[in-house]
């Protein structure tokens, strides 16, 4: 069974995400991942690049599994700058896409003061199904 979007009826379309996803198989938990390389060092101070990372980073746990970004049904974002987030909405989106694809899991958004590493602007935590 392939993961499938739920959209209860009668509900505004929802932009980017997915309200809820049915998914069935072998289930992978990725940490939060944030805007580092593969050597924990940050190659720039953009947002929009560290969301890129971040989601690459995710992107590459996934593949150790087996999996591929369609696989991925849930992310949360944590970022420290929502005002920074909301202005970029167009480059998110674009970079989204960039490296997910067009998969719109199920997603949470949540503002904090910050994070554990001090460089970094965004942490993005996964939840995948790869098929059985």
């Not at 998914?23 to 940050?42: L, S, Y």
């Not at 991925?72 to 989204?96: C, M, P, S």
């Not at 949470?108 to 001090?118: K, Y």
Request: aromatic share 10%; glycine share 8%; no cysteine.
């Amino acid at each position: 069974m392939a993961n499938i979007s739920l959209h209860p009826e009668g509900w505004k379309p929802a932009k980017g995400y997915a309200n809820g996803m049915i998914a069935e198989g072998r289930t992978i938990f990725v940490g939060g991942q944030i805007g580092w390389n593969a050597d924990q060092v940050f190659e720039t101070d953009d947002f929009i690049e560290q969301m890129k990372q971040a989601l690459r980073n995710i992107v590459a746990v996934v593949e150790q599994a087996g999996g591929e970004p369609k696989d991925i049904v849930r992310l949360t974002w944590f970022v420290t700058d929502k005002k920074e987030y909301l202005a970029k909405q167009a480059q998110v989106g674009k970079a989204y896409r960039e490296v997910m694809g067009y998969n719109f899991p199920a997603m949470t958004m949540v503002v904090v003061a910050d994070l554990i590493e001090d460089q970094a602007k965004i942490e993005i935590e996964a939840t995948a199904v790869l098929p059985d």
